[in-house]
T-cell receptor
Framework: GDSVTQMEGPVTLSEEAFLTINCTYT??????LFWYVQYPGEGLQLLLK?????DKGSNKGFEATYRKETTSFHLEKGSVQVSDSAVYFC??????????FGTGTRLTIIP | DVKVTQSSRYLVKRTGEKVFLECVQD?????MFWYRQDPGLGLRLIYF???????EKGDIPEGYSVSREKKERFSLILESASTNQTSMYLC?????????????FGDGTRLSIL
């Protein structure tokens, strides 16, 4: 079945550091890929998505590129802020409407 | 903006009680989902529904049931609550559109079973 493996946390970085959170997936066919973010005390919000190979999703300075050859969708940001502290989830959506999530990566940014 | 509203942010119940978690969405979405979120396990799908009165089991349906009598409302029912059902429960909705529309989430209900 479908599965998502993402970098284990927690991850702690200083403000303005470069961020990478790794995500790889296993799926049949051509899934869509998502990054969701969960701020403290809230539900999940869509951060970005990509629906086909080589697509780049971007939002709020975050980027991720759908790499079919490496089955990866790594999340990157060039300069993180304290307000980026949250839990980040990588997810895939196959032929139906169901999402398969990774286990989440807790990110803490220190001033 | 899509609004998914869960009836309670925090809920405390006792073992053996029948528990209802309610979710309402305001965007006329066809699809609705219930997940539970546990540390180290991510989100796991309990049940989902593609349409009114339709339901399908997700990955961990045991001990739960659902009801969807109206398009905007999707209820999760714990028939006889147990302590291992203490968790964060998240509801989501999505439309059936071209190429995998994203899911929109509520703020969650943190349920404690004593």
């Amino acid at each position: 079945g479908d599965s998502v493996t993402q970098m284990e946390g927690p991850v702690t970085l200083s403000e303005e550091a470069f961020l990478t959170i790794n995500c790889t997936y296993t799926a049949t066919g051509y899934p869509s890929l998502f990054w969701y973010v969960q701020y403290p005390g809230e539900g999940l919000q869509l951060l970005l998505k990509a629906t086909k190979a080589d697509d780049k999703g971007s939002n709020k300075g975050f980027e991720a590129t759908y790499r079919k050859e490496t089955t990866s969708f790594h999340l990157e940001k060039g300069s993180v802020q304290v307000s980026d502290s949250a839990v980040y989830f990588c997810a895939l959506q196959g032929g139906n409407e169901k999402l398969t999530f990774g286990t989440g990566t807790r990110l803490t940014i220190i001033p | 903006d899509v609004k998914v509203t869960q009836s309670s942010r925090y809920l405390v119940k006792r073992t053996g009680e029948k528990v209802f978690l309610e979710c309402v969405q305001d965007m006329d979405h066809e699809n609705m989902f219930w997940y539970r979120q546990d540390p180290g396990l991510g989100l796991r799908l309990i049940y989902f529904s593609y349409d009114v009165k339709m339901k399908e089991k997700g990955d961990i349906p045991e001990g739960y049931s659902v009801s969807r009598e109206k398009k905007e409302r999707f209820s999760l029912i714990l028939e006889s609550a147990s302590t291992n059902q203490t968790s964060m429960y998240l509801c989501a909705s999505s439309s059936t559109g071209y190429r995998n529309q994203p899911q929109h989430f509520g703020d969650g209900t943190r349920l404690s079973i004593l």
